[in-house]
């Protein structure tokens, strides 16, 4: 099972690629596609389906796990940030993948054994599990590697 893990935004949206090789997670890729404030949404989602869909042609992933939307008080940033998720499950369905969501809690879960960790206890228990993150990037970047954990634990040794 090779997954593309995805943290949805539009302004930023983490992706890895990982497998499990000898029982253990392994990062064969990861990013974080960026866009430019100041342009129009349309612009900056098509940035961001363009980008994944290179990434998904590249990589030939089986699977894609995606972080389910969490809301918060700003509806405009809601509505671009489920946009992007739309776009990237569209493409990620074309592509023959199957899709798996996870809420926060459940990714933290996964990652940390605790559904309230902080940011910063994800990022370190990221690291001590996948040794090949990469040192200093983006959150969104290591938070898609913690979706791909997550749907790798769930359901990777099923696959």
């Given amino acids: 099972m090779r997954v593309i893990s995805v943290d949805p935004g539009y302004d930023r949206l983490g992706v890895a690629v990982m497998e499990l090789k000898e029982d253990k997670e392994s990062l064969i890729y990861s990013t974080c596609i960026e866009t430019d404030k100041n342009q129009p949404l349309s612009d900056r989602l098509e940035k961001v389906g363009s980008k994944f869909q290179k990434i998904v042609s590249k990589h030939s992933p089986t699977t894609l796990g995606i972080e389910t939307i969490f809301f918060n008080k700003n509806q ?52 001590r599990l996948v040794p090949s993150s990469p040192d200093s990037v983006l959150d969104d970047e290591y938070d898609a590697i913690a979706v791909g954990i997550t749907c790798l634990a769930q359901y990777g040794r099923t696959k």
Avoid at 96 to 111: H, L, N, R
């Fill in 76 to 127: 405009k940033t809601a509505i671009g940030v489920a946009q992007a998720r739309g776009i990237v499950i569209f493409l990620a369905k074309v592509a023959g993948c199957d899709v798996y969501e996870f809420g926060p809690q459940e990714i933290k879960i996964a990652v940390t054994g605790y559904g309230k960790s902080d940011k910063a206890a994800v990022i370190d228990m990221v690291k």
